[in-house]
């Protein structure tokens, strides 16, 4: 079963605000992961947070975690249009050997418009 | 450029035709993975190669055949699909056996493939 989940589906705002998405997820995690696809393009990674952080910060982005409540957010400060692509979290989970997994969600649609 | 190289980049097949697509990753990474992208659908990890030995297939139809002939290299041979089989294929890799909270994978532009 599907693991995370974005929210919301689509988001569409103006240059120069911040842009948040919220991910939520099932199970107990290793780590969760943001990454940014660009329409039609590959995968990139963003950010990675181990779940015994709570907060973690790189240039614009500021991701969140809260395993309580097995929920993150990402948010993007200043956003640009080139921000404009699908936002996916991906949840970690490793139980020893080669078991490492992760789960993708079905993405943000994150609009930024000039 | 993340490293990892995906061809052909586009491919349109009959369904009686056989192709396949290919991967290379040039990080030294030991794992690949094949994902399948369809619209308004997950992420779907069809086949996960660790250190050129396959260690997960996740229900995949039989018409979809892997193979890993090295560490670097990745091929997914395609024969008599299906029109729902069209979507973005996927490639990526990363390193296993590093701290296992820090894994992240890399991935390739995709193939976008058209079974009519």
């Known amino acids: 079963s599907q693991q995370g989940e974005e929210d919301p589906q689509a988001l569409s705002i103006q240059e120069g605000e911040n842009a948040t998405m919220n991910c939520s997820y099932k199970?107990?995690?290793?780590?969760l992961q943001w990454y940014r696809q660009n329409s039609g393009r590959g995968l990139v990674h963003l950010i990675l947070?181990?779940?015994?952080?709570r907060e973690k910060h790189s240039g614009r982005l500021r991701v969140t975690l809260d395993t309580s409540k097995k929920s993150s957010s990402l948010l993007i400060t200043a956003s640009r249009a080139a921000d404009t692509a699908s936002y996916f979290c991906?949840?970690?989970?490793?139980?020893?050997?080669?078991?490492?997994?992760?789960?993708f969600g079905k993405g943000t649609l994150l609009t930024v418009n000039p | 450029e993340t490293g990892v190289t995906q061809t052909p980049r586009h491919l349109v097949m009959g369904m009686t035709n056989k192709k396949s697509l290919k991967c290379e990753q040039h990080?030294?990474?030991?794992?690949m993975y094949w994902y399948k992208q369809s619209a308004k659908k997950p992420l779907e990890l069809m086949f996960v190669y660790n250190f050129k030995e396959q260690t997960e297939n996740n229900s995949v139809p039989s018409r979809f055949s892997p193979e890993c002939p090295n560490s670097s290299h990745l091929f997914l041979h395609l024969h008599t699909l299906q029109p729902e089989d069209s979507a973005l294929y996927l490639c990526?890799?990363?390193?296993?056996?590093?701290?296992?909270?820090?894994?992240?994978?890399?991935f390739g532009p995709g193939t976008r493939l058209l079974v009519l």
């Open positions: 990526a890799s990363s390193q296993r056996g590093g701290l296992a909270d820090q894994e992240t994978q890399y």
């Open positions: 990080l030294g990474h030991n794992a």
């Open positions: 947070i181990r779940s015994n952080e």
């Open positions: 199970t107990s995690i290793n780590n």
């Open positions: 991906a949840t970690a989970t490793y139980s020893g050997g080669s078991n490492y997994k992760l789960t």
